[in-house]
Nanobody, 112 residues
Framework: VQLVQSGAELRNPGASVKVSCKAS????????INWVRQAPGQGLEWMGR????????KYAQKFQGRVTFTADTSATTAYLELSSLRSEDTAVYYC??????WGQGTQVTVPS
């Protein structure tokens, strides 16, 4: 099982960012994809998850209205889109399949 995420992103405040998570080595629809982030000096923060089989999503309340998860089963890729970025969104963003398999992380930087 392998999850490969897109590269680092630098965005201005107020912009949006879209991070991808390409899955391989298993049947993509088998596991939920969770998204978590880790800000500098902070612990892991769960953002929510998507079921790639039916597209059902669950968002942490903190991010509702600002985050969107999608999954392209033909491309076996999950996406996180975060809008209205602010400096506090600077973090490394991770995808995880069934919590046992993790992407390498994507650094998103939003200057203050």
């Amino acid at each position: 099982v392998q999850l490969v995420q897109s590269g680092a992103e630098l965005r201005n405040p107020g912009a949006s960012v879209k991070v991808s998570c390409k899955a391989s080595g298993y049947t993509f629809t088998t596991y939920n994809i969770n998204w978590v982030r880790q800000a500098p000096g902070q612990g892991l923060e769960w953002m929510g998850r998507i079921n790639p089989e039916d597209g059902e999503t669950k968002y942490a309340q903190k991010f509702q209205g600002r985050v969107t998860f999608t999954a392209d089963t033909s491309a076996t890729t999950a996406y996180l889109e975060l809008s209205s970025l602010r400096s506090e969104d600077t973090a490394v963003y991770y995808c995880a399949a069934s919590w046992g398999y993790w992407g390498q992380g994507t650094q998103v930087t939003v200057p203050s």
